[in-house]
């Protein structure tokens, strides 16, 4: 069968197609690459710009159609950090369904994470040895450490060659003050995560993405190296890089253009990309590292593969035939089970500390844990109106170990985690009692704000505290990495939950943080 995979990247939108035989061998029929720059400003104003949106849409589309013509059967559709951060990334994707018929899904750092290292697993032999993955993205960095069986470790970084340029303010050539201010803070975005990646022990590092295997592949040309035919498990000191990065960061972008192995459309930020890379070998006391061509969109194919390939077990060994119900269900329809348990930590811990507000008990505790993992699943079916289509799917899939009612009222909250809140004209809600309208607002309204204090998939509110009075509900929430989009997007959802409580509720950062 034919399969293929569109990786809808900060930088670049890449599509690969691949012929997958019966003994699960993968030929690349094609592989194509757009440099869309959809992160071009993102992470300066959190939206993403009318010109790359336009031509985002328009590469997808065309993916399709070549997808079309190669009789896919299948075609894997994810999406990245710029995405995950823009306030009009939904819409974004809103329009992608529209136009294609494709269902994006936004993917978080750590499965970012763990599927490129599926891909480079797969490309480059590690023998017996645990290696260190580092991909450098437009938004984001992931460093994953592991070995041919499994994996120890995994992050994503807020660390990116477009997210860096934001900062720099688009300048073209940096100052010496401008280039120690961004080592400051990528040394303040790495630091603690490389010092994890080195604990978790590895003895080779191996690059992937097209800001690493272009810096690679330059400095490898700079030292006097033949041409490469493939990057694919070509060895590049870090000395070399090092030289590459001060000759760059001191260049025009004319000037960079010109640089052997130095693509133009790679000009405005390589020099950045090169800075970056050179700090995370430095902090991995990496002395080369190891450039491989294989990257997310392989990871996609073989993230598919495996879970066609895994006969529906049960993920955890609870005794609640619900939780295994739900877990099950959420796998099944390829939701995204570690970032779901984030948001139902986070959901729960809301519960908890605003009993003395609603009142309501463990049952009701128990149906806004399960809706926090399957409030989703309705993205296998389609993006558009996605929360009336997991509706749906709960209704229709015979969950084992729920009485009809509860079925119900699952269905009905995750109906209530996006878009307008419960509604007496509703149909399924106005058939209920009292009591149980009362508990749907104020689960599916905790089940918004748990949503959106992890709007960019990263898990960057690592934990929150709520402050009660009679007019006012404060959050304050704790992470390492600044919540702003978080908190946007739960302040903008929690008109629900203000109106179940009849609380006004304000969201902020608890700043400095300390865990």
Not at 335 to 364: N, R, T
Request: hydrophobic residues 40%; aromatic residues 6%.
């Amino acid at each position: 069968m034919n399969l293929a995979a569109i990786d809808i990247g900060t930088n670049s939108i890449h599509l690969v197609i691949a012929e997958v035989t019966k003994s699960q061998t993968i030929k690349v029929l094609i592989d194509e690459k757009e440099m869309v720059k959809l992160g071009v400003g993102v992470f300066s104003t959190n939206r993403l710009s009318k010109e790359a949106y336009d031509r985002g849409i328009e590469v997808i589309k065309r993916y399709v159609q070549l997808a079309d013509q190669y009789g896919v059967e299948e075609i894997i559709t994810a999406a990245t950090s710029a995405t995950r951060e823009a306030k009009n990334g939904g819409e974004f994707l809103g329009k992608v369904a529209e136009e294609t018929g494709l269902t994006p899904k936004v993917i978080s750092g750590k499965e970012e994470a763990r599927l490129i290292f599926l891909a480079v697993r797969r490309a480059i032999a590690f023998g017996e040895e645990k290696v260190l993955v580092l991909d450098i993205g437009g938004g984001s960095t992931e460093a994953t450490v592991g070995d041919q069986e499994e994996i120890f470790f995994k992050k994503s970084i807020k660390l990116g060659v477009l997210r860096l340029l934001d900062m720099a303010g688009g300048q073209e050539v940096l100052e010496e003050k401008d280039i120690t201010a961004l080592e400051k803070h990528i040394n303040l975005a790495a630091e603690e995560v490389m010092k994890k990646a080195v604990e978790a022990g590895f003895s080779k590092v191996i690059g992937t993405s097209g800001t690493i295997r272009t810096l690679g592949e330059a400095a490898h040309l700079a030292g006097n190296g033949g041409s490469i035919t493939t990057v694919n498990a070509e060895v590049v000191s870090t000395k070399e890089l090092e030289k590459l990065s001060k000759k760059l960061l001191g260049m025009s972008p004319e000037k960079r253009e010109k640089v052997p192995g130095i693509s133009a459309n790679r000009v405005d930020a390589i020099h950045l990309g090169s800075l970056l890379l050179v700090r995370l070998l430095q902090m991995a006391n990496a002395k080369e590292i190891i450039l491989c061509d294989a990257s997310l969109r392989e990871g996609l194919i073989l993230g598919y593969l495996d879970s066609m390939g895994k006969k529906q077990t049960v993920l955890y060994p609870e005794e609640d035939l619900r939780f295994r119900s739900v877990m099950n269900l959420a796998v099944k329809y390829k939701s995204d089970v570690e970032q779901k348990k984030h948001i139902s930590s986070l959901a729960l811990s809301l519960f908890d500390q605003l009993k003395p507000l609603h009142g309501l008990d463990d049952y009701a505790r128990d149906l806004l844990d399960f809706s926090s993992f399957v409030f989703e699943v309705g993205h296998f079916i389609g993006y558009p109106k996605y929360h009336k289509h997991s509706r749906y799917i709960i209704e229709h899939s015979r969950l084992r170990g729920f009485t009809n009612e509860e079925i119900t009222l699952l269905g009905v909250i995750v109906r209530y985690h996006r878009k307008s809140g419960p509604r007496k004209r509703h149909k399924r809600y106005k058939k209920l009692s009292k009591k149980q309208r009362k508990m749907i607002h104020v689960v599916a309204g905790i089940l918004r704000i748990a949503i959106g204090l992890d709007k960019t998939k990263n898990q960057w509110v690592e934990r929150l505290d709520c402050e009660l009075d009679d007019a006012e509900v404060i959050i304050k929430v704790y992470g390492e990495e600044n919540p702003d989009l978080e908190i946007w997007d739960a302040m903008r959802n929690c008109f629900v939950l203000e109106d179940a409580l009849d609380r006004k509720i304000t969201i902020t950062a608890a700043s400095p943080v300390h865990l």
